[in-house]
């Protein structure tokens, strides 16, 4: 017996039907793509290069430092009239070749240099004209030491004692000198008799002034 047609189609459907519903069911995996990491390169640091020095120590001074001197060159030029000027004044009952004198610069203007000094006498008691005294000394004072136009030394004036000091000293001097005269104390008991002392036994040295720096100030 044939089946009909009607049959045919039911049987053709419910075929299909099962065949879609089994591919509901079923899932499909699909492949997943495995991501590749990404490697990058550690950034390189850059490091510095020591580069090893020698360090030599300056080697220590075995000798004292001793500064360059610079004389005052108005003194290494004149300095023995200087000392004439003021041995006739200072010590004035003595011959100037018989008399010492060392003086410091207060201060200077342009014919009159301000100084103090102490002159004293090279002669002993064997042939001093006061008997009994062996060494004759004046005592340090200011001084004005008046120069001619070229510079050469013309006299000394010098401020009286007692009394008349203080108008003299006021008289004689420009304001900063004698705030200079006041604050001064002069090196008498130090190198400048030191020196003078020594200048007996040498005659051919020359004072203190022409050696030091330039004075002060």
Same mark, same amino acid.
């Given at each position: ?21 089994? @591919? ?76 010492? @004198? ?116």
């Amino acid at each position: 017996m044939k089946p009909n047609r009607r049959s045919m189609k039911l049987l053709l459907m419910v075929i299909l039907l099962v065949i879609l519903s089994a @591919c509901g069911q079923q899932t499909v995996a699909l492949p997943t793509e495995t991501p590749i990491p990404t490697v990058v390169s550690p950034t390189p640091v850059p490091t510095s290069t020591l580069i090893p020095v020698n360090i030599t120590p300056s080697p220590l001074p075995t000798q004292p430092i001793i500064p360059i001197i610079t004389p005052d060159a108005i003194q290494v030029e004149r300095w023995k009239e200087y000392e004439n000027v003021l041995a006739k004044s200072l010590l004035s009952f003595l011959p100037p070749e018989e008399v010492l @004198c060392e003086w410091e610069i207060l201060g200077r203007s342009e014919q009159e240099v301000y100084v103090w000094a102490v002159c004293t006498s090279i002669i002993s008691s064997g042939t001093s004209p006061i008997s009994g005294t062996e060494i004759f000394s004046s005592p340090s004072t200011p001084a004005v030491i008046h120069l001619g136009e070229d510079g050469s030394v013309q006299s000394v004036e010098i401020p009286g004692a007692g009394s008349f000091y203080a108008p003299d000293i006021n008289r004689m001097f420009p304001p900063d000198v004698q705030e200079e005269i006041k604050r001064y104390h002069f090196r008498g008991a130090g190198e400048i008799f030191e020196h003078i002392k020594w200048r007996r036994t040498h005659p051919e040295e020359p004072p203190l002034i022409v050696l030091i720096a330039t004075p002060r100030p």
